[in-house]
């Protein structure tokens, strides 16, 4: 089982970006997938998470209303879209899965988890 996490980069403050989390040997719409960032000298902290069996999405309070998370089945891939970028979003970015039914209460909880992407960098600056 593998996971990529793509499309980090450099933006501007007030920019957008959209990450990609891939999956092979494994089918994400099987599986609740959570995004969790982790800026340099800081926990790692979970951020969304998009729910395997009744498509709900969870976010945590410092990106909701800008970060969208969802689910393209056909690519077997998931997306987290964000807009309106903050120098506090600057952090690597990392999908995981898991083998709930649902995100639940617990979804920002790292460890429950049991597949990593490899983490994607995510740099906001003027």
């Known amino acids: 089982v593998q996971l990529q996490a793509s499309g980090g980069g450099l933006v501007q403050p007030g920019g957008s970006l959209r990450l990609s989390c891939a999956g092979s040997?494994?089918?994400?719409?099987?599986?609740?997938v959570g995004w969790f960032r982790q800026a340099p000298g800081k926990k790692r902290e979970g951020i969304s998470c998009?729910?395997?069996?009744?498509?709900?999405?969870y976010y945590t309070d410092s990106v909701k209303g800008r970060f969208t998370i969802s689910r393209d089945t056909t690519k077997r891939t998931v997306y987290l879209q964000m807009n309106s970028l903050k120098p506090e979003d600057t952090a690597v970015y990392y999908c995981?899965?898991?083998?709930?039914?649902?995100?639940?209460?617990?979804?920002?909880?790292?460890?429950?988890?049991?597949?990593w992407g490899q983490g994607t960098q995510v740099t906001v600056s003027s």
């Open positions: 040997g494994i089918t994400l719409r099987d599986h609740n």
């Open positions: 998009f729910s395997s069996s009744d498509g709900r999405t």
């Open positions: 995981a899965t898991d083998f709930e039914q649902r995100c639940g209460s617990s979804w920002y909880h790292w460890s429950r988890y049991d597949y």
